[in-house]
């Protein structure tokens, strides 16, 4: 159905979202940090990316920014991953350009409900 | 490794990262500024806070929490991860480790014991606070008493789009709350050169039929809530929506339809309830009957249309007023479009319509069916038919074929002579044509039918066809050519519109009333017609007029050379193409290679002697008379342009190579170049060449 980019350091988190989305019918790509994420977003067009923010090499917030730059991505959905539910995040995260954010820790619903709201067939 | 549990992969995960931390933890002890260790370290908490809250690992996430919000002060660099920090805090590893590899083994008592040392090295300042729980959003407000419905209006920032929200897609999450009407709010929306196409400028009126909470509505805007302005207030009159769709177009609001529907009710009942307005009373200038009949059961005009006899001269002088208003008309479009106004430039779009759409009609209150003209030679046909006693068929099809009025006024000479001629000279006499097997009666069709803009007239005979031999003869005797030159059936065939030119061995009564072909062949010519013959030996003549669809205005094509405009007829227009360097360099040729047919060209800026340098990349207009095409250079192609013919004056009665004069938006004069003149001057070009060359 959509093309799904999860971007996260943390292999687990990145394997709860596969087999959440997957099931859903969604094809999951996978990249360990904003680098890999920027380079697979180069190399093909996606109807999300769902990223961490904390990450190595290439944190979430840098990621978004170079992402809004693409021409690829332009209206494309971003959500991050966060832990905080303080809104300083929130706030830098949406001016960076993401469009929603998923709180950590999530229930497969939850994540499921915020890909349904950003992802229409 | 799709099937891999999350759970046992995160358990794998969380071995690797306290390698991580020990290994950043051990190392800070040697290297207490090394910014690039106390980031991974903290990197590896943050993670395994997260990802175990994930997976059920509660204990682990929040004592991670406590541990992650003390690290974070030595992060931010307010204090030094001293030996006895670093000692704690590998405990604190171990202790979490615990918690996820062998929870029966923990105890929370140790836990807390290991936090409150972590505190004292971190806060030394405060007493150990009470360990705070994970945060969570705070516990909402106890909603608002239910209401049976809301009214939304949605104001969004213009960039929404741009970062992935989709307003129509909260929409559609709004309806899944219940029976939704909504209305966008259009007033935002600029100008389209001011409109940038990413952003949005829709504002919507939503008005929601659910008894739902307000915190389901702020559920849906979640995301955008700070890039939007929601105003929110409970519908005050509420009625059960009826079942309806979820974009309703009628308003359940019962007072407003009401006042929608009442004047379509009092306009469909006025017929009935109000006395009529037009009392029948005859009076004597009622001339028309476009009033409306009192009694349903008087008798009708049965097509439904009312005529009205007007003055010949009145339509000629509407005509001419719509010509200057198309002048004016196209001074407003020129004016408007070197401004920036761009009110002006919406009016003057608006008239340039309306302008163009009252031409239209003129022009087509103006149209008479050729029918009328037909009529007139059936009489004729039959007259001359018994005094040559050749027994004659005439038909006639395409009556209705539509002209402009003056212009049938104008072909009945013509068609007469060309009838005529049919006759007289095309159709042979019984004996001959039984002779050569055909029937004895002869058959001239007379046709009109529409092609395009213009319309085409053909007078057609089944006689015996022209006498090319007897006409070149002719022509020899009259020296018009010299004996023995090469020329083609057709170039010979034009030699009947001569002046004076005539093969007819005996002159028969009925001709030589003063119009010769070379006089129907100049008629046609004035109407910016063209002529052209046909014939095949004992089969026939078909004679053919290409006549445009009026007189006073018409499409052209607006071209430069030199400082000069011209413009070009459309209809003869056939393509345009550019002089390529090639055809430039076979200068004293003048032939240009179009798709492999040479085709003849002239030289505008050569005929109008025109000034200053040509343009750098000349183009070529292919223009066309039936067969003949003739390829005009010029300067610059400027493009389409509503051309109202002005004609020229007695003064200039000698200027060939013009038919008439137009005025353009700026003011300016542009001349209509003679499309016929043109081919033919071209064609004499071409002659003289030949014979240059066969010299």
Not at chain 1, 21 to 50: C, R, W
Not at chain 1, 88 to 116: C, N, Y
Not at chain 2, 292 to 302: F, I, L, M, S, T
Request: glycine residues 6%.
């Amino acid at each position: 159905m959509a093309t799904i980019l999860t971007v996260d350091d943390s292999p687990s988190i990145r394997q709860m979202i596969k087999v959440v989305l997957e099931p859903a019918g969604h094809s999951v790509i996978e990249a360990g940090d904003g680098a890999q994420g920027l380079a697979k977003a180069q190399a093909g067009k996606l109807d999300l990316v769902i990223t961490d923010l904390n990450m190595p090499v290439m944190n979430g917030l840098e990621l978004i920014r170079a992402l809004r730059k693409l021409p690829s991505a332009v209206g494309m959905p971003i959500v991050f991953l966060t832990t905080e539910s303080n809104d300083t995040v929130k706030q830098e995260a949406k001016s960076a350009g993401a469009t929603g954010w998923i709180t950590k820790p999530f229930k497969p619903e939850q994540l499921l409900a915020v890909v349904g709201k950003l992802v229409r067939a | 490794m799709s099937a891999m549990d999350p759970t046992e992969v995160f358990r794998q995960e969380a071995s690797e990262l306290f390698e991580v931390l020990e290994g950043a933890l051990l190392d800070l002890g040697q290297r207490p500024d090394d910014r690039e260790l106390v980031d991974s370290a903290f990197r590896a908490l943050h993670t395994i806070k997260g990802s175990g809250a994930m997976f059920g690992f509660d204990k682990v996430a929040s004592f991670t929490h406590e541990f992650e919000t003390a690290f974070d002060r030595v992060r931010k660099g307010e204090i030094k991860p001293t030996q006895e920090l670093i000692s704690v805090a590998l405990a604190a590893k171990d202790y979490i480790r615990a918690l996820i590899e062998d929870p029966q083994s923990t105890d929370d008592i140790i836990g807390e014991a290991i936090l409150d040392d972590l505190k004292r090295f971190v806060f030394p300042d405060q007493p150990a606070a009470p360990a705070a729980e994970i945060a969570e959003a705070p516990p909402l407000a106890p909603s608002e008493s239910k209401q049976a419905g809301w009214h939304l209006y949605l104001e969004f920032e213009s960039h929404i789009l741009r970062n992935g929200s989709n307003p129509l897609d909260l929409l559609e999450d709004l309806c899944k709350l219940g029976p939704c009407f909504v209305v966008p709010v259009t007033d935002g929306i600029p100008l389209l050169d001011e409109m940038e196409p990413e952003d949005c400028y829709l504002k919507w009126d939503v008005k929601l039929h659910a008894a739902c909470d307000k915190d389901a509505i702020d559920d849906v805007f979640m995301f955008v809530s700070d890039e939007m302005k929601l105003t929110l207030s409970p519908l005050e009159q509420v009625e059960a929506p009826a079942p309806m769709p979820l974009f309703n177009l009628l308003d359940e609001d019962p007072a407003p339809v009401a006042e929608m529907v009442a004047p379509i009710v009092e306009v469909a009942a006025a017929p009935v309830a109000v006395p009529p307005v037009v009392k029948a009373e005859p009076t004597p200038e009622a001339k028309f009957e476009s009033k409306p009949e009192p009694k349903p059961e008087a008798k009708r005009d049965d097509r439904g249309i009312a005529t009205v006899r007007v003055q010949a001269e009145r339509l000629d002088e509407l005509m001419d007023r719509v010509g200057e208003l198309v002048i004016a008309q196209a001074r407003l479009t020129q004016l408007a479009s070197s401004g920036s106004d761009l009110s002006i430039k919406m009016i003057a779009e608006e008239i340039e319509r309306l302008a163009s759409s009252l031409r239209d009609t003129t022009m087509g209150a103006r149209m008479v069916p050729i029918g009328s003209l037909f009529g007139r030679f059936r009489r004729l046909v039959h007259d001359l038919s018994r005094d040559l006693s050749k027994p004659v068929e005439f038909v006639t099809t395409g009556e209705d074929t539509e002209l402009d009025k003056t212009m049938i006024e104008c072909l009945a000479d013509p068609l007469v002579h060309l009838i005529r001629n049919a006759i007289d000279h095309g159709i042979e006499d019984t004996a001959t044509r039984s002779a050569n097997g055909k029937t004895e009666q002869g058959r001239i069709e007379l046709a009109a039918v529409h092609s395009g803009a213009q319309v085409l007239v053909t007078v057609k005979d089944n006689g015996g066809g022209l006498n090319t031999a007897r006409i070149r003869a002719k022509a020899e005797e009259q020296g018009l050519i010299a004996a023995g030159a090469v020329l083609t059936d057709h170039e010979i065939h034009q030699f009947l519109f001569h002046p004076g030119f005539s093969t007819a061995q005996t002159i028969s009564a009925l001709s030589g009333r003063g119009v010769g072909m070379d006089v129907v062949k100049r008629t046609i010519e004035n109407m910016r017609g063209t002529i052209d013959l046909s014939t095949r030996p004992g089969q026939g003549t078909t004679v053919t007029l290409r006549l445009p669809l009026t007189l006073a205005i018409i499409e052209g094509l607006l071209i430069r050379v030199g400082e000069g405009r011209y413009i070009i007829p459309l209809s003869a227009v056939e393509e345009c193409v550019e002089l390529t360097a090639e055809d430039e360099r076979s200068r004293g040729r003048n032939f240009l290679n179009v798709r492999g047919n040479l085709v003849p060209f002239l030289r505008l800026r050569e005929i109008m002697t025109a000034s200053g340098a040509p343009d750098r990349h000349q183009k070529t207009i292919i223009i066309s008379t039936g067969e003949t095409r003739v390829g005009l250079v010029a300067d610059q192609i400027i493009g389409n342009h509503q051309t109202v013919i002005k004609s020229l004056s007695k003064l200039h009665s000698d200027v060939t190579i013009f038919s008439g004069a137009t005025i353009l938006g700026d003011g300016t004069a542009a001349l209509i170049l003679d499309v016929a003149q043109l081919v033919a001057l071209a064609q004499s070009k071409v002659e003289k060449q030949h014979i240059s060359e066969a010299a």
